[in-house]
């Protein structure tokens, strides 16, 4: 069952197609200054509902993920990037992390949160 999530403002919105079974917390200065929990999609279980114009991205460090975030209240929304599980960048198996805070009404205190200490990692 897909699941929708919203910026603070309604402008940027987009869909996935299902609840995420966990939520990670980074430590690495960017996410720790957002406050994202980030649910991990492939990008055919992601769908922008908004025009993308509403959406604005950020290029840290390695300039290979694409942080995104509502053009009008600034919400961090989504990121786009190379799957590192391998501890190095996949292109061609691309993630899509969500926002998970930005979910419309779901229960996130009912989802596990791990933890990736990116403030030592990278």
């Not at 957002?34 to 509902?49: K, M």
């Amino acid at each position: 069952m897909p699941i929708e999530a919203s910026c603070h403002c309604g402008e940027t919105v987009f869909e996935v197609t299902e609840a995420p079974s966990s939520v990670t917390r980074c430590t690495c200065s960017l996410c720790a200054k957002r406050g994202a929990l980030w649910a991990y999609y492939t990008p055919a279980q992601f769908r922008l509902l908004s025009p993308a114009d509403n959406v604005a991205t950020y290029l840290w460090g390695s300039r290979t993920v694409k942080h995104h975030f509502c053009a009008s209240c600034g919400c961090g929304t989504y990121s786009e990037s190379p799957d590192w599980s391998s501890g190095k960048p996949d292109f061609e198996n691309p993630k899509v992390a969500v926002n998970a805070r930005l979910f419309d009404d779901f229960d996130l205190d009912a989802v596990p949160v791990n933890m990736i200490d990116g403030k030592n990692l990278w």
